[in-house]
């Protein structure tokens, strides 16, 4: 009988805590699934996805949520509520029925979601010592899903090695990858699986890479010998979350590509076998999606802009010394509710100061996405770009300005969040605030091209900073 997905995550844990222990031989090491440091929905569902299948292979996989500073439990519930309500859908008719609340999730995800945090601390309980009484050092394998590089690398560079923020005594070597984001250039060739293609939603990579590999037959499958069981029907529904989520139902005709479209018929053929009928799928999106939505109602200024947070450090031919550090915040609601919730615009800008100060980067950007009342629900976008000192990285947010003007359409900011009453007045406040020639440099704008998400903004930002000097405009 296959295990249910709670079985397999409740296996997985007992393997790494075997593993951390020293108990297992190099022969029985597991294999970590570790998603981006967003740790998104589609991150965390893909590092999930992928285990259940791989471990019909001869290596245990355990999934590895990339959160160096949350443990799983009620604040991992609190933080990634889409995820918990996702889980909750796709597992609540399993073998341990739960409910999506604090007192229920909590103890589930506690019991059966590995956060990097709880690695760290899982080290930390061991207190185990090399000879020389420094921390012992773990080595272990890892396939990477919805990104392809690790960011701290080895000093030797070689390719395919590093570690992770939060884990500074466990190497890592992928040995596999499947991603949908730009080509970082840091794996190591042979892999497999090695898959870097464009996509909506890295679950849908996931799911077509599993059936070709043969790890998750069809019905309609040559190697099929009977009908998707009900554990693999449970897999389906949750793979069908973020693969929904990131291409807005599949209605996006800008993020939809074929392998959406291949991965949604898989996934279909999987859940029809127990009649879910598409209603019930629609109901499924429309739950996460209001979930996701109110997700940052609960959260802090600064708990908001690290949610969905990535980072860079590039080589400046202006600063040689020392590289330029890049981080990228990405939301669901408009710049100023943020303001207000931080208090006042100037208040916003002091969180963020304080944000990129704690993270020491160079330039720190904001990018939102949401449905605009104020423009009959249409999709649009806001880009809020910032140095927090002058220098290389402001010369680089100038040079940004003037290349991606037109290719991003950057248009002059205005509240598209609300039609309330004081709006104007408190946008000319936000606009005054947050667009200034003054030092530090920062800039706001409404991004009329709402088809270049971050996979877009993130490298031309990057690219601004490494050109060379004779290069800018």
């Known amino acids: ?66 959160l160096s500073k949350v443990p799983s439990g009620p604040e991992l519930r609190r933080l990634r509520p889409e995820f918990a309500k996702a889980l909750w859908i796709s597992t609540n008719m399993a073998d341990q029925p739960w409910d999506d609340t604090p ?18 601390e899982h080290l930390k309980q061991q207190q185990q010592h090399g000879p020389d009484g420094s921390p012992r050092h773990l080595t272990a394998d890892a396939v990477l899903v ?116 291949r991965a949604q018929d898989i996934l279909r053929q999987t859940l029809e076998t127990t009649n879910t009928e598409r209603s019930d ?21 600064d708990e908001i802009l690290d949610r969905d947070y990535k980072q860079w450090a590039e080589s400046s031919p202006l600063r040689p010394d020392r590289p330029v550090r890049i981080g990228f ?20 800008l002091d969180a963020l100061r304080v944000f990129a100060e704690q993270r020491n ?5 904001v990018m939102t996405a949401f449905s605009s009342s104020v423009r009959d629900g249409a999709f649009v976008r806001e880009l809020l770009v910032c140095a927090p000192d002058d220098g290389v990285a402001a010369h680089a947010l100038r040079d940004l300005e003037a290349r991606s003007r037109s290719q991003l359409q950057l248009q002059e900011w205005s509240d598209l969040g609300s039609a309330h009453a004081d709006g104007q007045s408190e946008a000319q406040t936000i606009r005054d605030v947050l667009s200034s020639d003054q030092v530090p440099w920062r800039r706001i704008w409404v991004q009329g091209d709402v088809t270049k998400s971050r996979k877009q ?3 031309l930002v990057r690219e601004t900073v490494t050109s060379p000097a004779g290069d800018r405009l």
């Open 1 to 66: 009988m296959a295990q249910s997905l709670l079985q397999m995550l409740r296996a997985a844990r007992q393997t790494h805590l075997r593993f951390v222990s020293g108990a297992l031989s190099p022969a029985e090491s597991p294999i970590y699934v570790i998603g981006n440091s967003s740790a998104d929905l589609d991150s965390m569902v893909c590092a999930l996805v992928y285990s259940y299948f791989a471990n019909r292979t001869s290596r245990r996989h355990i999934p590895l949520i990339n």
């Open 103 to 120: 007192e229920s999730a909590g103890p589930l995800l506690r019991d059966h979601i590995l956060t990097v945090a709880d690695f760290a």
């Open 146 to 261: 919805d990104w392809n590089a690790l960011p701290i690398r080895p000093t030797n560079g070689q390719r395919g090695t590093g570690r992770l923020e939060g884990l500074p005594t466990v190497e890592f070597s992928v040995v596999g990858c499947i991603d949908h984001h730009v080509d970082e250039g840091f794996l190591a060739p042979n892999l497999n699986p090695l898959v870097i293609e464009k996509a909506g939603s890295c679950s849908s990579l996931v799911t077509t890479t599993l059936h070709t590999m043969g790890l998750w037959p069809t019905p309609s499958s040559p190697t099929a010998d009977s009908n998707p069981s009900e554990e693999e029907c449970q897999i389906a529904r949750l793979a069908m979350a973020p693969l929904l989520i990131d291409t807005v139902n599949m209605t996006a005709a800008d993020k939809v590509t074929a392998v959406d479209t």
């Open 281 to 301: 799928i629609e109901r499924d999106y429309a739950q996460i999606q209001e979930t996701k939505q109110n997700s940052l109602d609960l959260l802090t200024v």
């Open 329 to 348: 915040c990405s939301m669901v609601k408009p710049i100023p509710w943020i303001v207000r919730k931080a208090g006042s615009a100037r208040a916003f």
């Open 361 to 365: 980067l160079d330039i720190v950007v």
């Open 457 to 459: 903004v993130a490298p």
